[in-house]
């Protein structure tokens, strides 16, 4: 499976931007697409993540300002992020993790760096 990421970008603060993952290769029944971001100095954390089933987690931080959704039949997810403040900022990964076998399998994207700064 291949994670590919797409939508970062410089955006001023109060503005908004889209991150998109499209997945090549087939994924179990039971799996959990979702968005993990790093700052500089920081450990990497979960921004979102839902399941097949549409159900969403969501950090802290974000509630309120930023939407996760995924497209089942084609296996892509997205998160809108709206609001953004400059501690958004940070290189964005996206994941998708599933269970084959009673074995947990995760996957990463590329990353893609979304910086928000006037």
């Known amino acids: 499976v291949q994670l590919q990421a797409s939508g970062g970008g410089l955006v001023q603060p109060g503005g908004s931007l889209r991150l998109s993952c499209a997945t090549s290769g087939s994924l179990s029944s039971f799996n959990v697409m979702g968005w993990y971001r790093q700052a500089p100095g920081k450990q990497r954390e979960l921004v979102a993540d839902?399941?097949?089933?549409?159900?969403?987690k969501y950090a802290e931080s974000v509630k309120g300002r930023f939407t996760i959704s995924r497209d089942n039949a084609k296996n892509t997810v997205t998160v809108e992020m709206n609001s953004l403040k400059s501690e958004d900022t940070a290189v964005y990964y996206c994941?998708?993790?599933?269970?084959?076998?009673?074995?947990?399998?995760?996957?990463w994207g590329q990353g893609t760096l979304v910086t928000v700064s006037s």
């Open positions: 839902i399941t097949v089933g549409g159900r969403t």
């Open positions: 994941n998708v993790w599933e269970v084959r076998a009673g074995q947990r399998y995760d996957y």
